[in-house]
Nanobody
């Protein structure tokens, strides 16, 4: 399984970015997917998840600002990020779980759930 992120960059506070994650092979529709981020000196944290049935969850720190979505026809995962803040600065990673299982929200946000990871795309927000 290959995951390739794109769409990161530098933006001023209040701006927007849309991250994309292209996934292969073509069993993508059966994967649970997530976006994680890691800021310098901090642990990697789950930000948003979307399961194979389309159910989504975003953490409180980005609720109302970030939206996760997927296009199964294009094998692509998205993260629309609006009203960006300085504290959103991080490397963003997409991750895939091919198990098809759900579990608790805590498990779904855990990096341990995901077997496959992209290389990351940097998001830098200036204040």
């Amino acid at each position: 399984v290959q995951l390739v992120e794109s769409g990161g960059g530098s933006v001023q506070s209040g701006g927007s970015l849309r991250l994309s994650c292209a996934v292969s092979p073509f069993t993508y529709s059966r994967y649970n997917m997530a976006w994680f981020r890691q800021a310098p000196g901090k642990e990697r944290e789950g930000v948003a998840i979307i399961d194979m049935d389309g159910s989504t969850f975003v953490v409180d720190s980005v609720k109302g600002r970030f939206t996760i979505s997927r296009d199964n026809a294009k094998n692509t995962l998205y993260l629309q990020m609006n009203t960006l803040k300085f504290e959103d600065t991080a490397m963003y990673y997409c991750a895939a779980d091919p198990s098809g299982k759900r579990g608790s929200v805590g498990w779904r946000l855990s990096a341990l759930r995901y077997n496959y990871w992209g290389q990351g795309t940097q998001v830098t927000v200036s204040s």
